[in-house]
DNA sequence: ATAAGGTTTCCAGTCACGGGAAGGTCAAGG
DNA sequence: CCTTGACCTTCCCGTGACTGGAAACCTTAT
């Protein structure tokens, strides 16, 4: 397979794929033209990466869980605990975020939205709505 | 006042307050010696700047939502559909993160997370739990 | 022979800063 | 007067995870 069809396969960009290589992530072999040519383990192992960024791991994370992925006498409490770090930060995220629409909602329904100057979203950035 | 006064008083890092000056979001004032000098006016933009990007703006919408502050004929319209925009973006970034930690605890969950090598949460990510 | 559509590498840019180096300035203390 | 230490300045590089684009090579079809 060279790259387009494998972009296709695993829904990664080409340019993506490029990296993933070029960090290490995957090692596709080469043509004697010098094309990269994938095998189905690295369509599988670029479809594993896919869904982890999917999910919000970082390629750091996505590099932990391959060598786990990899390695058959793994530990499943090495994948959890990966796995439950990232839930942390998803769920502080969803809270950062839930603050920020609090607040951002609150000027916006006070704010008339109208041709007039008078703005309570301006006024709050000026004056501390937020902190 | 010198930067790192207005740092304190703002909340912002002296190198964030030289960046947006590069940046032309202030224009504070220059000492003889070099030095940059800070009137209070400058102080009120950083600290509406620092609640601005607290709530998620970009840097570009706070230049918008900055010279809407500054235009004193302004339509709050216009800052409301700035706000609305943002709140979008918000309210889409915590779905996107609610799917995420949707997937992601039922495969916590459905790890044992001890020594032995199963792992559905590798299982998944292999095969497609997430898409 | 040429055109179209692949592929390669390399370089630069993104966003909003942060780290750190090299050097200028200022006030206090000896 | 000199030094120390705390400021301040500019400049350049690095971050994460790509994305865009240029220049050049390869393959296939006409």
Known sequence: MNIKDVAE???LPAK???????IGLIRPLRQANGYRVFRDSDLHKLAFLGRARSLGF???????LMALYEDKSRASADVKG????????IEAKIAELQAMKRTLSDLV???AGDGRPECPILVGLAEGACC
Chains 1, 2 share one sequence.
């Open 9 to 11: 396969k695993s829904g």
């Open 58 to 64: 970082s390629i750091e994370d996505c590099r932990a």
């Open 16 to 22: 993506t794929i490029r990296y993933y290589e070029e």
């Open 109 to 111: 329904t006070a704010c």
């Open 82 to 89: 990966v796995a439950l770090a990232q839930l942390d930060r």
